[in-house]
């Protein structure tokens, strides 16, 4: 099999190994800098300079954007029968196991898995640390505790494997999620339920529509994934076995306006308390004041906006403060990613700490005054809670969906998405200091309110009750 490989980052990258056996004749990328270069000793080519190589397939290494690629390939003039995406790749290979199935087991095996309620299968895209996969690991924490046998599922490893694996729940790794692999539609028909999460399987549920046991499927996605994924992410046909669920108000109207109607109930998550001083309260750990953003670097999280932020700020008022940004670089916005390094360049206040896994951060919330969230484009981001259950004071943008639960200057702080505003809000703390164990209670309230575990328990054991 001759392959044209489109997309060289970090979607690739994490999936290289199942292209052993298959000849990598090109690569094809948009991003001119690495055009004319090479990866693994193969070729990268812009997409036009690639139509007439002799192949047999296109094959889109991208779930965000793969409507788009798959557009730029049939408007230059390649044949559209052979363009495929990695699931139907990774189902024509068949090339691990003989059942045709690559599967890497961590702890015990799926099927030796010990039966109490029954076993539960989790799947999520990835086993990174941002927020669509640790919601869930929590709900299987959650499961674990009221006697299921929980299992997660995903296409590909993470930093997120290692906390699973404390916990006891197996980890299976899968790229070939999709209701064509016949040996995984059998395999997950052992389970009395499959918990399904994010937009991007939207095609996966399609596929289930006549699958023999009752599915949830958990949404999380913000306007900005839906108009990239639309309308590859509708399913062909939704069954009578899925019960679709919304993590939060934005997440909620967002299915409504793309979907078109009002089959999707709230099940907004919660994150455990980890806060072992938690009667403490906020204490000031040190001189000064320090801003973080913790989240994957990426435009719709707002860096560039907190950038700009802290730049119109006054150089009094940023004299004994410290801008953190705290997050892995995902490969997939190289240009964004560079803009913000050269722009980090020239403002000394401001420092890129990479990313921190989940335990590093917890630790170092001492040392963090105020977490900042300046995203554009955000349904409910996890740091969030997390950070009010360590009393943090929190500015949130509009863009935020957890901005709807912030009063402002009472348990945390509101701003528009844009520099001038959040340069406002900045400022305003760091001329008040004096305010933020006020705030810092209060936000931690309403993490105990709206965000806890057990707000969370509640409602998820209802939800899995009521369907098994």
């Known amino acids: 099999m001759r ?93 691990v196991v003989s059942q045709g199935c690559m599967q890497i087991h961590y702890r015990n095996l799926p099927g030796t898995v010990r039966e109490n309620k029954g076993k539960i299968l989790l799947v999520t895209h990835e086993l990174s640390l941002s927020g669509a996969p640790v919601v869930l690991f929590y709900a299987a924490e959650i499961l674990k505790k009221n006697g299921y046998d929980a299992v997660i599922l995903s296409p590909k490893d993470g930093g997120l494997r290692e906390a699973i694996m404390k916990r006891g729940i197996p980890v299976v790794i899968d790229p070939a999620i999709t209701g064509q692999n016949t040996y995984l539609y059998e395999w997950m028909s052992e389970f009395r339920l499959v918990i399904i999460c994010t937009l ?95 989240a994957v670097l990426q435009p719709r999280k707002g860096q560039d906006i907190f950038i700009e932020a802290v730049k119109k700020m006054k150089d009094s008022d940023k004299e004994n403060a410290e801008f953190w940004l705290i997050g892995p670089d995902p490969g997939n916005y190289p240009e964004f990613t560079a803009s913000l390094s050269e722009a980090v360049g020239t403002e000394p206040k401001i420092k890129m700490m990479g990313e921190w896994p989940m335990e590093k951060l917890k630790e170092e919330y001492p040392n963090i005054d105020v977490i900042v969230c300046p995203s554009r484009d955000d349904p409910m981001p996890v740091v969030l809670p997390e950070a009010m259950m360590f009393y943090k004071t929190c500015i949130v943008s509009k863009g935020a969906g957890t901005a709807v639960y912030i009063e402002d200057k009472k348990n945390g702080l509101v701003c528009e998405c844009n520099a001038d505003s959040l340069a406002e809000q900045m400022t305003w703390v760091v001329n008040h200091q004096e305010s933020l164990a006020a705030i810092g209670t209060e936000g931690r309230k309403l993490y105990e309110r709206v965000f806890s575990t057990e707000a969370f328990e509640n409602n998820l054991l209802e939800i899995i009750q009521e369907k098994i």
């Not at 055009?35 to 300079?49: C, E, F, K, R």
């Open 200 to 294: 991007t399987y939207g095609e996966f549920v399609g596929e289930l529509a006549d699958f023999p046991k009752p599915i949830i499927w958990w949404l999380h996605e913000s306007e900005e994934v839906y108009s990239g994924w639309w309308p590859r992410a509708k399913p062909e046909r939704i069954g009578e076995n899925v019960s679709i669920y919304a993590g939060g108000h934005y997440a909620l109207s967002t299915y409504k306006k793309y979907f078109g109607n009002d089959n999707c109930k709230m099940l907004l998550y919660g994150i455990p308390d980890e806060n072992s001083n938690f009667e403490q309260g906020y204490e000031k750990k040190h001189e000064g004041i320090v801003f973080a953003v913790v």
């Open 3 to 95: 392959v044209i490989v489109f997309g060289t980052g970090a979607y690739y990258r994490n999936r290289k190994e199942y292209f052993g056996g298959v000849e990598i004749i090109a690569f094809i990328d948009n991003n001119s800098n690495i055009q004319n270069t090479s990866l693994d000793g193969v070729p990268i080519y812009a997409p036009q300079d690639a139509i007439n190589l002799d192949y047999d397939y296109v094959c889109i290494m991208s779930n965000q954007y793969a409507v788009e690629m798959m557009k730029q390939l049939v408007q230059l003039g390649y044949d559209i029968d052979k363009i495929i995406g990695f699931g139907t790749f990774a189902n024509l290979v068949k090339r």
